[in-house]
């Protein structure tokens, strides 16, 4: 269960902000994102968003994954949740398959960026 996702979107287009809290129960676990939480989606080269585009059934899940690279939650257990959220949110299997490998195998960039801009910047805007 999951609340509704509100955003607003950035001037640059390809960024938005929570507007309001967002807040996803999986099972056990309550995951919880404040608003003002700044996300691109998905990160889908532009290359193949004819294929697969930056929202979809899967924009829930992109963002959690955000937050959780954000706050270093772990990379394994991050890309890991973010294939179990698609799966919940029924994203088709050839799709959230394609989508985790690309963060298991392409994320280790982002993953490591956050690791030096959590120190320095947050990542809200009021």
């Known amino acids: 269960m999951r609340s509704p996702l509100t955003v607003t979107f950035?001037?640059?287009g390809r960024t938005c902000k929570l507007a309001e809290d967002f807040t996803w129960?999986?099972?056990d676990e309550t995951y919880f994102i404040?608003?003002?939480f700044?996300?691109?989606f998905a990160s889908i080269p532009?290359?193949?968003r004819s294929i697969i585009p930056q929202l979809g059934l899967f924009t829930h899940a992109a963002i959690l994954h955000d937050w959780n690279y954000w706050h270093q939650a772990g990379k394994k257990f991050s890309d890991k949740l973010f294939l179990k959220m698609?799966?919940?949110s029924k994203v088709p299997f050839w799709k959230r398959q394609s989508m985790y490998l690309a963060v298991k195998l392409g994320g280790h960039k982002a993953y490591k960026k956050h690791?030096?801009?959590n120190?320095?910047?947050t990542n809200y805007q009021d």
Request: proline residues 4%; hydrophobic residues 25%.
């Open 34 to 36: 404040p608003k003002g």
């Open 86 to 88: 698609m799966k919940d």
């Open 10 to 12: 950035n001037d640059d």
């Open 119 to 121: 120190h320095t910047v």
């Open 46 to 48: 532009r290359a193949m």
């Open 115 to 117: 690791q030096t801009d």
């Open 38 to 40: 700044m996300s691109d």
């Open 25 to 27: 129960t999986f099972g």
